[in-house]
């Protein structure tokens, strides 16, 4: 499998809204609750979690879709691609999907969660699975544990 070399640039489908990364994730992610099935228009959404201060947009201006919550899922406001999302209250990552990415051969999904939404078939290689969601006091284990692989 190829290794992710940074910096990563990536953008949109139409190119509009180009990005770069110049920091590993903190951890990787399959989610499939529903709402990520609806908003990616398949079975479930793929998450890679980059230092806010690793993170810059490059070109163009997302904009705000999804649910305009807490959360703020931002999209290509010509291609309407989804594109990130910055969770509600914690402002240290950004949530990219790693599909943007010129180059995502290198992702795979460390946890996978919802799996107590997700279609029937849906499968993905996640060394850890979670109905719902981790409890917050696993995360620190879990991101120890990403970051020795
Ligand atoms: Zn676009
Ligand atoms: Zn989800």
Not at 73 to 94: N, Q
Not at 110 to 129: G, Q
Request: glycine letters at 8%.
């Amino acid at each position: 499998m190829p290794s992710l070399k940074l910096p990563a640039e990536g953008g949109c489908r139409c190119g509009r809204v180009r990005l770069k990364i110049s920091s590993k994730p903190l951890l990787t992610m399959a989610c499939h609750c529903t709402g990520c099935q609806t908003m990616s228009a398949s079975a479930y959404s793929l998450s890679a979690a980059i230092p806010s201060d690793g993170f810059e947009i490059t070109q163009g201006e997302p904009v705000i879709g999804g649910l305009h919550g807490e959360s703020k899922h931002y999209f290509c406001g010509y291609c309407m691609t989804w594109m990130f999302t910055r969770p509600e209250g914690l402002d240290w990552f950004v949530n990219l999907r790693p599909t943007m990415l010129d180059e995502p051969g290198w992702f795979t999904p460390f946890i996978e969660t919802w799996t107590s939404e997700k279609l029937p078939w849906a499968e993905t290689p996640a060394v850890h699975s979670y109905e719902a969601l981790p409890a917050f006091e696993d995360y620190e284990g879990l991101l120890a544990e990403f970051a020795q692989l």
